[in-house]
C-alpha cells in the first residue's frame, strides 16, 4: 500500500513490526500492486503475505468515498499506518473486529464488532493497530472531505460549524465514545450506504440521503439519541402518496429526495418520515422494489439482453443491476429468466 494514492486520503504508508523485526510494506512482494479496478471506478489493494492478509477497497461515489479496510493477521504484530492527505471527517462501523487495539498519540481504543465512531483527522495521521495471531478487523468508513463538511456547514450552521472550528485546529477529534454500539436504525443507513452502487443511476442522489442520515444520527448519538422522525398527520398523507407516484413512474431518472420534496410541497426530513410511517419503507426502498417488480416483467415477457433490461431501469453497469436483482430475489437474472421461462413452459 505504501504510494497508494487515496481519492480523499491522500498517501497511505505502512509499516509492520514482528517481535523485533521493523517491516516496510515496500519490501513486501507486490504490496504496492493494484490489483483490481473495477469498470464502476472501485479499486481495491491487496496486500498477501506469511504475516497478515489485506485489503483496501474504494468506492468513489458522488462527492464522497466508501473506503473498507481488512486485515487478517497470521503472527502477533502491531501494523502501524501513516496517512498524509486533505484533512477529512470519518464515520466508521466496525463491522467484524476481535477486540482489536487501536493506538494514536491521543488516544487507545479496543474496536468491537458493531462499534461506531465520528471522528475527524487531519492532514497527517499515524495509527497502529496491535493483533493478535488469527485477529480480524474490518473497518467500513464513510469518508468526507473538509471542504464537503464546511459546504453542508452553510446550510446547517447550528450542527456543523464545531466540525468547521475543529478542522481549524488541526487535530485529531473523537466525538463518539469507545465501544458505542450501533442502533439497528444507524446500522440500516450504513447498509443502505454501502449498497448505494445497486441503486443504479441514483446512487449519486441516494447517497446524499443517506450520509447526511447517517451523520445526522451520530451527531444526535452524542447527545444520546439517534430518533430523528417527525410525526405524520392527515396533510402530509396525500403529499406522501404523491411522491411515491413520482418515483414509481419516474423510476429511470428519478429527482433528488430534495426535488421530490419541493415538488410535493415539503421539506425532505419530513417526506422521509412521513412515507416511511404511511408505507412502513423508505423512498428509495419504494424506488428498488419498482424496479425489480418491472424487471421481472422484462426478464420473463421480452428477449432483451439483461444489461438492456438494467439500462432501462436506470442502471449504468449491467454488474449494478444483476447485485440488486439478486439481493431482491436470490437469483440472478439470468437464472430467474430460465427457471421462471421453464415453469411457464410447463403450464
Known amino acids: 500500500m505504501n504510494g497508494f494514492y487515496l481519492y480523499f486520503c491522500g498517501m497511505i504508508q505502512s509499516k509492520l513490526t514482528v517481535g523485533n523485526k521493523v517491516i516496510d510494506f515496500s519490501e513486501f512482494p507486490g504490496a504496492a500492486t493494484l490489483r483490481e479496478v473495477a469498470e464502476d471506478g472501485v479499486c481495491t489493494t491487496y496486500c498477501n503475505n506469511e504475516y497478515l492478509s489485506s485489503r483496501l477497497t474504494e468506492n468513489p461515489v458522488g462527492r464522497y468515498m466508501l473506503l473498507t479496510q481488512s486485515a487478517k493477521c497470521f503472527v502477533d504484530c502491531e501494523l502501524e499506518v501513516h496517512r498524509t492527505g486533505a484533512p477529512v471527517m470519518l464515520m466508521t462501523l466496525a463491522k467484524h473486529s476481535d477486540n482489536i487495539r487501536r493506538t494514536r498519540p491521543q488516544e487507545e481504543r479496543f ?21 493478535k495471531q488469527g485477529e480480524t ?3 467500513f468508513n464513510i469518508v468526507i472531505a473538509e471542504s464537503i463538511v464546511r459546504q453542508l456547514a452553510e446550510r446547517h450552521p447550528d450542527e456543523l460549524n464545531r466540525f468547521c472550528q475543529d478542522f481549524d485546529r488541526g487535530e485529531v477529534f473523537y466525538y463518539t465514545k469507545p465501544n458505542t454500539q450501533a442502533s439497528r436504525k444507524l446500522l440500516n443507513v450504513f447498509r443502505s450506504v454501502e449498497h448505494c452502487n445497486e441503486m443504479g443511476n441514483y446512487a449519486e442522489k441516494y447517497i446524499e440521503a443517506n450520509v447526511l442520515d447517517c451523520l445526522s444520527m451520530m451527531i444526535n448519538g452524542t447527545n444520546g439519541s439517534d430518533e430523528m422522525l417527525s410525526p405524520v398527520n392527515l396533510v402530509l398523507s396525500d403529499k406522501v402518496h404523491e411522491a411515491r407516484d413520482i418515483m414509481t413512474t419516474q423510476y429511470q431518472n428519478p429527482p433528488s429526495l430534495h426535488d421530490l420534496a419541493t415538488m410535493v410541497g415539503t421539506n425532505e426530513c419530513t417526506l422521509k418520515s412521513a412515507f416511511k410511517q404511511e408505507f412502513g419503507t423508505t423512498v428509495f426502498q419504494c424506488l428498488f422494489d419498482r424496479r425489480m417488480e ?3 416483467h422484462y426478464l420473463l415477457d421480452s428477449q432483451l439482453p439483461i444489461a438492456e433490461v438494467g439500462f432501462l431501469l436506470g442502471y449504468d453497469y449491467q454488474s449494478h443491476f444483476c447485485t440488486a436483482f439478486r439481493r431482491k430475489y436470490g437469483i440472478s437474472p439470468s437464472e430467474y429468466r430460465e427457471q421462471k421461462g421453464d415453469a411457464t413452459l410447463k403450464k
Not at 468491537?112 to 493497530?129: A, I
Open 111 to 131: 474496536w468491537l464488532t458493531g462499534d461506531v465512531c465520528l471522528s475527524l483527522f487531519p492532514q497527517e495521521d499515524t495509527v497502529v493497530n496491535h493483533c
Open 294 to 296: 418491472l424487471a421481472s
Open 137 to 139: 478487523l474490518e473497518l
